[in-house]
Each structure stands twice: as structure tokens, then as C-alpha cells.
């Protein structure tokens, strides 16, 4: 029998590889893979020869769309308990902000999460976990920041990155246990901040789950100085820097951001004309969180067409998290990006795909369809992948694709059922 180079191919489908500004369409097109690894990508016309002698296995998509696996860089998925009375609260009038100094807000959080068992936390996030995968998700970036102590922080991190025994994903667990001053901690800020920098950075590396170090750089949690030395302490010794910046006031973060050489500054409501200048220039990925804008009713929205002249990579994340974005559904962050942020929706889409990995620093390994690349896929049952921006409703997804192994296939709403052909 001649030897077969391919695992896996798919013909009769629409490509939207994400390799540029247009997201790189290919109609009538086809997708291989081998190892793990997307193997070619073009044109079915292009194929060196009939697709049965070219893999083992030939998928007919029947016209539907394939995207890279989407990439949700920016959520707070393990946590315990529930924030339904600060839900209240707000719908009553009182702010976010009133809510957190009044003993609400991330400290309820924190207080569950402390009293939760590692089983419960895990239970939980995967739960959520799961329904970011039905939308296509295939690598998570999940927060720490609701244990604000050692042991718990921890146990966040490492209840993160047991998740991918759980979803088909990649976890990508970042440290932050600078998310708010806890209230032991209240009139000691200074020594909190120590044991961030001196205690938990050092432990987080010696577990060697975390990637990134993260903060939040805000007048009801950190300082841009104290936030600085955190970041500076993470970046120092190998994790990649995030930020918190500009969400509720202007403090400058988004150039604090710049300045450290961080990856991302996240959130940036109120984010200025100098700090988008300085992320420009210092090439820091703006993400973008419209479901907290919408949760917490924000009257100000991100400088997304500042950002957008001066060329600032823009990624899109749920921000899922239980206070100020309880929001699973990646299809409704993408309608809130374009309808509440004025995001188009191809950038809407780059951001979910080739910007989320630019921001987790997996460029080279995902978010677009280019031969070498990760063979996460996502099939899609849509006339045009701006649907996937424009419907708000049950997911379409066809098939999910992880490592180049089908591990959803069918999806019941799917209008383009697979056609699945063995050839060995």
C-alpha cells in the first residue's frame, strides 16, 4: 500500500486562516494534518493529488466554515460561590466600586474560594470550562487572584491547569494575587505587596504552572507603583507581563504597561491618547472586555479607533468571572465587541484567534491556519463568519478539532452535517 502523508483531511470548506487584516479567506478550500500539525492549507483545486490518496481520513465540510481553534485570553473561570447579591446591589444602583469597598465584590469571592476544596473549585471551572469549548474555545488563559494568600493561590493555579484533563484545551494559567488588597492585609498594604513580590511569585515558579504574572492597576486595588513591582518582580524572573489598566479611572496603565514591556494591558475604558501611543510603540497588545463593560453598565468604552490608527494588536476575551462579566457565551462577546465597542467584525474575529495568541505569546504556535502550526480547528455552521458575530443564540459549531483529533463532531444545530471518508 502507498504511503499516506496525511492523519487527517478536510475539502468542501471555506477557510478563514486569520493571516491577515481580511482574515485571510480561502474559499473552496482544504486543510490537512499530520502529527498534531496542520500540514497544508490552500485551495482544494491546489491539492497535489485526489484527497483519498493524500489521508487516512477525508472529511467533506459541505461548504461550512473553518476557523482556528478560538483562544480566550483573558478569564477568572476557578473561583468558588456565587456574586448574584452583588448582581442585586447593582441593579439597585449601587457601583461596582461601592460594591468592593463595602466587603462585596472580589472579596466575597475570595472568601468562597478559600473555603472551597480543590474537588469543588475543579468541578465548577470545568463546567465552564466545557461551555467556552462548545464555542470553539481550544487554548484558556485562566486568572488566579481570588485566594490572596499563598496556599490558595496555589491551589487556583494548580486546579488550572489540571482543567486540561477535563475540556479539550490548553491552559494557560497566570498569577494574580495582585488583584485587590485582602482585608487582613488592609491597613498593611505595603507588606501584602512584599509577599506577593518576596513569597508567591517565588512559589508560583518553583510549581511552574503560571506563565504570566498579572495585576490590577486600579484605585480600588493597586497603585501604578505597587502594581509595577509585582510585574517587575513576575517579568524578572520569566513570566510574561499582563495588566489590569484603565478600566474604572484613568491611571495610567496602559503606559505603565508600555513602559515594563508587558504583553497586554487589559480592560482600558479609560485608557489615553498618550497611553495608546505608548502601547504602539512598545507593541502591547490592547484586550478588550466588552461583557464587564455591559455587566457593570460602564459609560465609557475603549479608544478602539485610536487603537485602531495606531495599530495596536486588539484581542477579545470573555473575561469570565463571577462579579463583572458571568459571561460564558464567546458569540455574545463578539456581537457585544462589534455592537458596544465598534470592533468590525473581522477584528472581532483576529481577536478571539491571531491576537489572543500574539498575547499569550503563542504566535508561532496557533490561532492562524499556516502549515506547522497547532491543528486546532473549529467547524463552523455558518453562511459567513460574520455570523458568528451577528447571531446571539445556541453555538454553531460543526466540529471541534484539538491536536488534529476530532473531539466534537455533529453538532445538532449544524446546517452542513460532515461527510467522514476512511481511505485506509
Not at 497544508?40 to 491539492?47: T, Y
Not at 472551597?116 to 465548577?124: G, K, M, P, Q
Request: aromatic share 4%; with cysteine.
Amino acid at each position: 500500500m502507498p504511503h499516506i502523508p496525511w492523519d487527517r483531511l478536510w475539502t468542501g470548506v471555506n477557510l478563514a486562516t486569520m493571516t491577515d487584516p481580511s482574515m485571510g479567506i480561502v474559499r473552496d478550500g482544504a486543510i490537512a494534518c499530520s502529527g498534531g500539525r496542520i500540514a497544508w492549507v490552500g485551495r482544494a483545486a491546489d491539492l497535489p493529488a485526489e484527497p483519498e490518496r493524500l489521508a487516512a481520513e477525508v472529511i467533506r465540510g459541505g461548504g461550512a466554515w473553518l476557523t482556528p481553534g478560538f483562544i480566550d485570553c483573558h478569564t477568572h473561570i476557578v473561583f468558588g460561590g456565587d456574586r448574584t447579591a452583588d448582581f442585586r446591589r447593582r441593579l439597585l444602583g449601587e457601583s461596582y466600586a461601592d460594591i468592593a469597598r463595602a466587603g462585596g465584590g472580589i472579596m466575597s469571592t475570595v472568601r468562597a474560594t478559600r473555603r472551597a476544596s480543590n474537588e469543588e473549585l475543579t468541578v465548577r471551572a470545568a463546567a465552564r470550562a466545557a461551555e467556552l469549548s462548545a464555542w470553539g474555545v481550544t487554548t484558556i488563559e485562566i486568572k488566579s487572584g481570588y485566594g490572596l494568600d499563598p496556599g490558595t493561590e496555589l491551589r487556583m493555579l494548580e486546579v488550572a491547569a489540571g482543567l486540561a484533563r477535563h475540556v479539550p484545551a490548553d491552559i494557560s494559567p497566570t498569577l494574580l494575587a495582585a488583584h485587590t488588597i485582602p482585608p487582613e492585609y488592609a491597613d498593611r498594604r505595603r507588606e501584602y505587596v512584599r509577599l506577593v513580590v518576596e513569597e508567591i511569585v517565588p512559589a508560583a515558579l518553583e510549581q511552574d504552572h503560571a506563565t504570566a504574572v498579572d495585576a490590577f492597576c486600579e484605585g480600588i486595588a493597586f497603585t501604578p507603583d505597587e502594581a509595577c513591582a509585582v510585574l517587575e518582580a513576575g517579568m524578572a524572573a520569566g513570566l510574561h507581563g499582563r495588566l489590569h489598566a484603565d478600566q474604572l479611572s484613568d491611571l495610567g496603565g496602559g503606559a505603565l504597561a508600555a513602559s515594563l514591556g508587558a504583553r497586554s494591558a487589559d480592560h482600558l475604558e479609560y485608557l489615553s491618547p498618550e497611553g495608546v501611543r505608548a502601547m504602539a510603540a512598545a507593541d502591547v497588545c490592547a484586550v478588550l472586555l466588552p461583557g464587564a463593560a455591559h455587566t457593570l453598565g460602564a459609560d465609557r468604552r475603549p479608544p478602539v479607533g485610536a487603537l485602531r490608527r495606531e495599530g495596536v494588536t486588539m484581542a477579545l476575551a470573555t473575561d469570565a468571572n463571577p462579579g463583572s462579566s458571568p459571561i460564558t457565551h464567546v458569540g455574545m462577546i463578539l456581537n457585544l465587541g462589534c455592537i458596544l465597542f465598534g470592533m468590525s467584525p473581522e477584528e472581532a474575529l483576529l481577536g478571539f484567534t491571531a491576537a489572543a495568541a500574539k498575547v499569550l505569546c503563542l504566535e508561532r504556535d496557533r490561532g492562524t491556519l499556516e502549515p506547522g502550526k497547532r491543528a486546532d480547528l473549529a467547524l463552523w455552521s455558518v453562511a459567513d463568519p460574520a455570523d458568528l458575530c451577528y447571531w446571539v443564540g445556541a453555538s454553531p459549531l460543526a466540529s471541534l478539532v484539538k491536536d488534529g483529533a476530532i473531539v466534537v463532531a455533529g453538532g445538532g444545530n449544524t446546517k452542513w452535517p460532515l461527510r467522514r471518508v476512511k481511505t485506509t
